[in-house]
Every structure is written in C-alpha cells, then in structure tokens.
C-alpha cells in the first residue's frame, strides 16, 4: 500500500471535493464548501476537481475555490466506438488525478458523483485517504455506486437511499433559496415579476435548456385559459424551445390571461415566492429546493433517466403529500389544465401538501455533510 506522506512536501489541501458535469452535482459541492468556510476552513484548503466538459468550470471559479479539470468524459454502457476515446481519455484522468493527489495531499476526499469524481475516488481508496460520498438522487449514479463501497460514509438526500454506511443529510441548495419565506415575501416577489397579488400563479421550468414535453403541454393548456381573469403563468420555456416556443405564443394583449414568457429565470428565488403551485422536472436540486421552501408542485419526471431516479426523487414527494406526479407520457394539455384546476379549486390541498414538505425537507444538509467532512478529515 502506498502511504501518502511520502508521496509529497507539506499538505496544501484538507479537502477534495470531486464530480460534477451538471449544476445537479457541482452546487451541492459547492454548498459543502461554502458551509466548510464558515467553520473556518480557507478557500484555498478545498480544492475542486471536475471534468472539462462540465458546468463545473464555470460554477465554481465564480464561487470563489481552486479548480482542477480532468480530460476525458464518461463511458456509455452501450458498445460504442465512441467508448475507445473515453477509455483513453479515462487513463489520462487516471493520471492527472494521481498526480494531484500526490501534490494536493487531501485529508478527506468527497464524491459528488459523475464522470470527474471518479479517478480521484480510485486513487483516495488505494492511498487510504478518507472517501465521503455525497448522493443527490434516491437512486445513486453509477460512480456514486462504485464509489460507495470504499467510503467511510455516505451522505444521501433520502431516507432508504441504496449506499453502504448511508446518513440521512438532505441535498443542499443555496442559501438564497434557504431564506425564501413564501408568506413574508409573495407580495414583493410578485410585483418584482409582475405578477398580480389577488390571483393563483402557476410557475413552469424546465431547466437551463427546457422540457419540450412540459412546455408543449403547457402552451395548449394556456390556449384554454385565455379567458381566465384568476390565473396567471410565468413559463419559463429554455434555451433551446424559445425562439420556436414563444413564436406560438397563443395569448394576445386583448386576451384577459396573463401569461408571462421568458427564456431563462434571473430570480428563482422570487418565482418560488410568488408561485402557488410549481410544474417541473424531478431533478434533485428542484426537489431539494421545492421541499425546502414548501411549494406544492406537480413533477414530471424525465423519462429515460438513469435508474429512473427523477420518479424515484419525485416519489419522496408525493409519498409525503407534498406533491403529484404525472409520467410524461401522459402529459398533455387536458392533463396539465385538470390538475391545475383541481389543485387551484383546494385551498386545503394547497397548504396541506407546503406543510407536509417539512417530512422531506432537510435545510440543514450543506451542515449535516460538513459535520460528515469534518468527522473523517482525521480517520
């Protein structure tokens, strides 16, 4: 076995923190850190490691940590030619993630999952440093999976999650959503939208590039609301389906709907106050921040998801009350008006399912993964 300490000059890093690709991964690594800081830690003691494909290169320069991005990308499960590259491009990884663990030295290495945390999370098990595995989904990702069995813990967003030596820490979101308080600041959210105070708001996203499905759905269902006085929608529609999307716009300035289009939200935030009910994807972060907050939401999971882990996030919902789920296949826009229209008609409903997300919500979890952080850095 190799020891660690000889492999270097003094330590420059007390924590790795390795994986990401999406948003999904990189901002609970993120929230670890920033939580890390806070306790005392230095920016310069946690260190980044993502993929040079991935969002991670610009999301955590702007926050402030050293980053390292490793060359390559994941291998598909089915035989591809395109598998010869990744594997080529994995042992260059392999390569880079030794060397830096050698330089870097890590007390505690933390996997977020994906691509990246892979190669660092190999050489962390063969030079013995401590592995913590922080899983967003309710079904693990594969290198969570691999990862896993070599960990001293592993922290997981959901209460049954499938990991050896799992604890229950919640996904953390950012801090901003943490201070949302849909009661004290929907009067000032909504005009910030411009959004009216005395009617039901429908908020629809469906992530930086949109849901096609979801936005489909919703553009038929709006043609059917556009006499309605006591709805208003904020749709945000995505990179790629807006310039098509908004030319089909069925609303006119005559019509007594308001039905607002944009292609990407500034303030997530303010929609989340503002909105009565949220349709959305059941990716981890949106199920995180929705239980959080406590916004009732109907939740379409993407279909063909590895694992099928959005229904299984989705389900953690629904199974508390907190939310419906509507499998793509079966949303259109007679779907999506009925379900609106029987939650819009229960106020009960409504705040029975904001309450019930508290059974979910863990707004503590960026702490609860420190507290897994901190417990190892000495193992």
Same mark, same amino acid.
């Given at each position: ?209 949109? /849901? &096609?499905?979801?936005?489909? %759905? ?5 043609? !059917?609301?556009? #006499?309605? =006085?006591? *709805? +208003? ?82 389900? /953690? &919902?629904?199974?508390?009350? %907190? ?5 793509? !296949?079966?949303? #259109?826009? =007679?779907? *999506? +008006? ?42």
């Amino acid at each position: 076995m190799v020891d660690l300490d000889q492999l270097g000059s003094s330590p420059v890093t007390r924590v790795l923190i390795t994986g990401g690709g999406t948003a999904g991964h990189v901002l609970p690594g993120i929230a670890i850190a920033n939580e890390l800081q806070r306790r005392g830690f230095a920016a310069a003691d946690l260190h980044f490691v993502g993929s040079e494909r991935g969002v991670e290169k610009r999301l955590v320069p702007s926050a402030g940590y050293p980053l390292t991005l490793l060359p390559g990308r994941g291998i598909q499960r089915r035989p591809t030619t395109d598998n010869i590259g990744a594997i080529v491009g994995l042992l260059r990884a392999l390569v880079t993630a030794f060397s830096l663990l050698r330089s870097q030295k890590p007390a505690v290495v933390v996997s977020l999952g994906g691509y990246a945390s892979v190669p660092c999370a190999v050489w962390a098990a063969v030079l013995r440093v401590p592995i913590v595995v922080a899983e967003q989904n309710a079904v693990p990702g594969l290198a969570n999976k691999l990862i896993g069995r070599f960990a001293k813990a592993c922290g997981v967003s959901f209460d049954g999650v499938d990991l050896p030596r799992a604890v229950w820490t919640g996904n953390p979101v950012r801090a901003e959503i943490l201070a949302v308080d849909r009661h004290a600041h929907r009067v000032a959210a909504r005009a910030k939208l411009r959004l009216p105070d005395d009617v039901f708001v429908l908020a629809v996203f469906g992530g930086s590039l949109g /849901a &096609l499905r979801i936005n489909n %759905a919703l553009i038929g269902a709006v043609a !059917g609301w556009r #006499d309605r =006085d006591d *709805l +208003a929608v904020r749709h945000v529609i995505g990179r790629r389906d807006f310039a098509e999307l908004s030319a089909r716009n069925p609303v006119t300035s005559t019509d007594a709907l308001l039905y607002q289009q944009i292609e990407y939200e500034d303030d997530m935030p303010g929609l989340y106050a503002a909105a009565d009910v949220v349709l959305c994807r059941s990716g981890a972060t949106s199920v995180a921040e929705l239980a959080v907050i406590g916004i009732p939401a109907i939740l379409v999971p993407l279909p063909g998801a590895p694992g099928d882990h959005q229904t299984a996030n989705a389900m /953690a &919902l629904v199974k508390a009350g %907190a939310a419906v789920l509507v499998a793509d !296949g079966d949303l #259109d826009a =007679d779907r *999506l +008006a009925e379900e609106v229209e029987r939650l819009r008609s229960a106020p009960q409903v409504l705040n029975s399912m904001a309450m019930s997300s508290g059974t979910v919500a863990r707004p503590d979890a960026a702490a609860r993964l420190a507290d897994l952080v901190e417990a190892h850095i000495s193992d």
